[in-house]
């Protein structure tokens, strides 16, 4: 049973920055896709980012394409995800979840694609 925490939220400025890490354990995520979400209040939960754990292969979405990074770090079976130039737009509770890599693509933005979840960290960006 995979299990993941998410650590690195809190309150920043606009055009500030944040980097988020989304830690696993109870098993190697090695064959594994990690994707990023966030959830704003009264809207749906939004696929942001993935990387596939094995080769590094990283897929984003339009609205945060050119400003967060996605990043592992397999030795500490860890993914990163670094947030420059945030918005009060981006404002939302950040999740990390994982799927074993069977759908030949990491470009996997649907959040009932995942089956393990962890419980998200806070992203305020307000002045």
């Known amino acids: 049973q995979v299990q993941l925490v998410e650590s690195g939220g809190g309150l920043v400025q606009p055009g500030g920055s944040l980097r988020l890490a989304c830690v696993a354990s109870?098993?190697?995520?090695?064959?594994?896709?990690v994707g990023w979400f966030r959830q704003a209040p009264g809207k749906a939960r939004e696929g942001i980012s993935s990387i596939a754990m094995r080769d590094g292969d990283t897929a984003y979405a339009e609205s945060v394409k050119g400003r967060f990074t996605i990043s592992r770090d397999n030795d500490k079976n860890t993914v990163y995800l670094q947030m420059n130039s945030l918005k009060p737009e981006d404002t939302a509770v950040y999740l990390c979840?994982?799927?074993?890599?069977?759908?030949?693509?990491?470009?996997?933005?649907?959040?009932?694609?995942?089956?393990?979840w962890g419980q998200g960290t806070q992203v305020t960006v307000s002045s």
């Open positions: 979840a994982t799927v074993v890599n069977i759908y030949g693509t990491t470009a996997l933005m649907k959040p009932t694609l995942y089956d393990y």
């Open positions: 109870g098993g190697t995520l090695e064959d594994y896709v």
